[in-house]
């Protein structure tokens, strides 16, 4: 009998075992959870924690709550200059009602998201930059097309239970023959400025070489007009002395001032004079003896 009712007991644990465990079921913090029971959403659970289902024909559809990636391919987009831009960017985007997300993709797989709001995000992209022109979309003013581009994308991503938290540019970019006009011109830009400035750097050269060679001019002018008064006073202080010791006494005078004049005449041994020795000029010379 004790035999008998162990078994039973044996037997009742291994059905209840299954039967327990595919009735319970776990939705974690970053989960998000449908009931799906004859193909059909049965019950919705956004909450974290433990939950009971159908054990036999109900089953449990996760959904990943947390804040999600997706990284779109580069495209090109025409702005307002009719000129196309590659467009690099991505969004962050978060299930807000699985529900809604579950019937709106089929599957509830991301790839079927990514279907969905790709194109969403790509046609406001579009719209976005259809009036702006090159400048603005690479400058500040990209922020605050980003965040009107995401005001207006969430609006239509509620729809298919998304939330999108924000849209970002990585990278902005022209095509290659764009971009190599594009460099052309700001490369004889760049050369236009650099003429303009090494011919306004010559101009001003020129004038600080003009301006120095006026100070210089000026200052020599001056330097050789205090010269000459300098010299002149001298001269003019010489002539005084001369005077007065010519005065004082005349024939000592006039005996230094030929001596002076021997002196000049008589520099180098190879010198010669040819004069008369009757002449004034040897009249000391003729006393000596």
Known sequence: MNQKVL???????????????????????TQKALVIRFGKVDVTRDKPGLYMKDPFFAKVRYFDSRLLTMDFEPRQILT????????DSFVKWRI??????????????????RKLLEPLINEKLRGAFGDKKIREVVS????????????????????????VVDVRIKRIDLPDEISE????????????????????GGAEAEKIRAEAEKEKRIILATAFGKAERTKGDGDKKAAALYSQ??????EFYAFYRSLEAYEASFKD????????????FFKYFKKMR
């Open 269 to 280: 041994q190879k010198d010669i004079l040819i004069l008369d020795p009757n002449t004034e």
């Open 80 to 87: 307002g200059e009719k000129k196309y831009v590659i467009v």
């Open 96 to 113: 807000d009602n699985p529900l809604t997300y579950f019937l709106a993709t089929g599957t509830g797989l991301e790839s079927e998201a």
């Open 7 to 29: 078994i039973a007991i044996l037997i009742v644990i291994l059905i209840a075992v299954p039967v327990v465990s595919r009735t319970f079921f776990t939705v974690h913090e």
């Open 245 to 250: 010791a010519y005065r004082q006494h005349p």
């Open 181 to 200: 006009s594009v460099f052309k011109r700001m490369r004889s830009e760049r050369l236009k400025i650099a003429k303009a400035l090494r011919a306004e």
């Open 140 to 163: 500040a003013d990209r922020v605050i097309i980003m965040k009107s581009i995401t005001k207006i994308a969430n609006k239509k991503a509620k729809k298919i239970g998304i939330t």
